[in-house]
């Protein structure tokens, strides 16, 4: 399982950014998968993940309202639409997946395929 993400970048307050991850050997809708970011001297926090059994989404408090997860089967990419952004957010933003169907196995147990990060700034 390979996960490359991409997009991240430097956004203002109150911006919009989307970033990637393309997958491969694993389909984006066969297994629960999401984002999760570390912040510098924070620990890592998950922030959207997206079930493969019923194609629910679930978000962190934090980013609820703001940020949007979605996956396209076809291109089996997954992506997350950052809306409002707040310096709070910036980080380093990674897709991470399992062969799990569950996004809720994911808080008790972290994935073990993960991409290598992309980095997003939101500051002035």
């Known amino acids: 399982v390979q996960l490359q993400a991409s997009g991240g970048g430097l956004v203002q307050p109150g911006g919009s950014l989307t970033i990637s991850c393309a997958a491969s050997g694993l389909s984006v809708d066969w297994y629960a998968i999401g984002w999760f970011r570390q912040a510098p001297g924070k620990e890592r926090e998950g922030v959207a993940c997206?079930?493969?059994?019923?194609?629910?989404?679930h978000y962190a408090d934090s980013v609820l309202g703001r940020f949007t997860i979605s996956r396209d089967n076809v291109k089996n990419t997954l992506s997350l639409q950052m809306n409002n952004l707040k310096p709070e957010d910036t980080a380093v933003y990674y897709c991470?997946?399992?062969?799990?169907?569950?996004?809720?196995?994911?808080?008790?147990?972290?994935?073990?395929?993960w991409g290598q990060g992309t980095l997003v700034t939101v500051s002035s």
């Open positions: 997206i079930s493969s059994s019923d194609g629910s989404t």
């Open positions: 991470a997946t399992d062969y799990v169907r569950l996004c809720s196995y994911y808080s008790r147990t972290a994935p073990r395929y």
